[in-house]
T-cell receptor, first 112, second 115 residues
Framework: DAKTTQPNSMESNEEEPVHLPCNHS???????IHWYRQLPSQGPEYVIH???SNVNNRMASLAIAEDRKSSTLILHRATLRDAAVYYC?????????????FGKGMKLTVNP | DSGVTQTPKHLITATGQRVTLRCSPR?????VYWYQQSLDQGLQFLIQ???????AKGNILERFSAQQFPDLHSELNLSSLELGDSALYFC??????????????FGEGSWLTVV
C-alpha cells in the first residue's frame, strides 16, 4: 500500500484557517488522495478526496501539488468540532479491491 | 448520519464465546468493509465484500468470518473470543461500482468487550 506521511499532531485556534500537510512521494498515477477524520469513539468521517485538481466542498478544500507528491487539507475556519484525528490516505484499486488503508493519522487540537 | 447501520452498539461477552455483528450498508451500496480498531493497533482492515462476493482480506483471524447476503447486509462472526478481541468494530460501505474515487461511509461501530 502506498505510504503517506503526516505530522503526529498540530494545534490551531478556533475560527482561524488551518493547513494539514500530507506527503505521498510514492503516489502512482491512479491513486486517489482521500482525507478522513475521526472523533473519539466515532466512526471515521469522509472529508474530501481528489485525483489531480484542487477540490472544494462544504467541509474543506484539498490542494494537490502539481507533481502530486504532496497535498494539503485546508479547514477555512477551524471550530472545536474539527478537533479530531485526520487521516490522509492513498486509495487505489489493487487486487480487485479499493479498500482504505489507514495509517496513524494526525491529531488536530483546536484551541478556543 | 452516514446511512450505515451497525448492531449491536455495545456487547459484553465472555472468553470462548461467539458473537455476530450486523451491518446494513447505505441504500444501494454494493461494497461492505469491516475494520477493527483497538487502542494499540489503530484502524485495521479486516475484509471486503462486493455484491455478495469476498473481494479482499486483510488482517482477519481464522476465528473470524464474514458474509454478505443477497439483500447486501453483512455479518461479521467472531468465535472463540479472547480478551484481545475487545475492540471497536466498524462496518463501512461504498458505491454502486467498485472504484477508488468512491466515498466510503462508516457506521458508528460496535463496541465489543470480552471479559
Amino acid at each position: 500500500d502506498a505510504k503517506t506521511t503526516q505530522p503526529n499532531s498540530m494545534e490551531s485556534n478556533e475560527e482561524e484557517p488551518v493547513h494539514l500537510p500530507c506527503n505521498h512521494s510514492t503516489i502512482s498515477g491512479t491513486d486517489y488522495i482521500h482525507w478522513y477524520r475521526q472523533l473519539p469513539s466515532q466512526g471515521p468521517e469522509y472529508v474530501i478526496h481528489g485525483l489531480t485538481s484542487n477540490v472544494n466542498n462544504r467541509m474543506a478544500s484539498l490542494a494537490i501539488a502539481e507533481d502530486r507528491k504532496s497535498s494539503t487539507l485546508i479547514l477555512h475556519r477551524a471550530t472545536l468540532r474539527d478537533a479530531a484525528v485526520y487521516y490522509c490516505i492513498l486509495r487505489r484499486t489493487q487486487g480487485g479491491s479499493e479498500k482504505l488503508v489507514f495509517g496513524k493519522g494526525m491529531k488536530l487540537t483546536v484551541n478556543p | 448520519d452516514s446511512g450505515v447501520t451497525q448492531t449491536p452498539k455495545h456487547l459484553i461477552t465472555a472468553t470462548g464465546q461467539r458473537v455476530t455483528l450486523r451491518c446494513s450498508p447505505r441504500s444501494g451500496d454494493l461494497s461492505v468493509y469491516w475494520y477493527q480498531q483497538s487502542l494499540d493497533q489503530g484502524l485495521q482492515f479486516l475484509i471486503q465484500y462486493y455484491n455478495g462476493e469476498e473481494r479482499a482480506k486483510g488482517n482477519i483471524l481464522e476465528r473470524f468470518s464474514a458474509q454478505q447476503f443477497p439483500d447486501l447486509h453483512s455479518e461479521l462472526n467472531l468465535s472463540s473470543l479472547e480478551l484481545g478481541d475487545s475492540a471497536l468494530y466498524f462496518c463501512a460501505s461504498s458505491g454502486k461500482t467498485a472504484h477508488s474515487g468512491n466515498t466510503i461511509y462508516f457506521g458508528e461501530g460496535s463496541w465489543l468487550t470480552v471479559v
